[in-house]
């Protein structure tokens, strides 16, 4: 039985690279790039949108799409949406602008979660990979399932928007980055990509 399931975020508005997730890097559309590498172990997937997604990118990932159900809130919004659907104990939240990522972050973080329930006897509700700098991705991270549904969903009700402010009661883990920080390369700008993507 699959411990994970992938949620490829897909509903950002890009107003600084209007339609990104269809642009062809690597010879591929983006979102389509992303999901390829992310889905290369076998995990299941699915695809949090705003609206449809468009039917050539639809027709290449080829998942179950999950509505934002909070409208304009920003990710936190559509990872309350997508994990109230999700069924594995875990999910890995994922940009869909993450050019960079692989299933082998996901193996990654997940031994990390596995590691300290060995070590503390308590599992995680969150392995968050962190930089040399202290800053975080919690947009490349493993989450438990029903802990961030119910975090999530309480802070929107709130009135707070951020996904960090989701984690704040959360039991946490940080995973080192280290060096490999291309890995975690989202694309906001055509600059961004310049040099910068890995086959």
């Known amino acids: ?3 994970v399931t992938i949620v490829l975020l897909a509903g950002g508005r890009a107003m600084r690279l209007p339609g ?3 642009r062809v890097v690597c010879d591929e559309p983006m979102l389509v790039r992303v999901f390829r590498r992310l889905t290369s ?4 997937c699915i695809v949090s949108v705003r609206d449809s ?4 990118l ?3 990932v080829p998942v179950p799409t999950v509505p934002d159900a909070y409208g304009d809130v920003g990710p936190l919004g559509a990872l309350a949406s997508a994990a109230a659907r ?3 104990p875990l999910l890995f939240a994922a940009a869909g602008d993450l050019v960079n990522i692989n299933a082998g972050v996901i193996d990654a973080l997940e031994r990390c979660y596995n590691d300290e329930i060995a070590r503390s006897g308590m599992a995680p509700q969150a392995v968050l990979p962190r930089h040399a700098n202290g800053d975080v991705e919690p947009l490349a991270a493993l989450y438990d399932t029903a802990a961030l549904c119910a975090s999530a969903t309480q802070t929107l ?3 707070r928007k951020k996904v960090t402010q989701a984690l704040e009661g959360l039991r946490v883990v940080h995973f080192a980055i280290g060096a490999d920080e291309a890995t975690f390369l989202n694309i906001n700008t055509p600059e961004d ?3 910068m993507l890995r086959s």
Do not use: F, I, N, Y
């Not at 997604?53 to 050539?56: G, H």
């Open 1 to 3: 039985m699959e411990q």
């Open 86 to 88: 999700v069924r594995t």
């Open 20 to 22: 990104k997730l269809a």
């Open 53 to 56: 997604l468009p039917p050539e």
């Open 193 to 195: 990509a310049a040099g």
């Open 41 to 44: 172990s076998g995990r299941p």
């Open 58 to 60: 639809a027709e290449l």
């Open 157 to 159: 009700a709130q009135g």
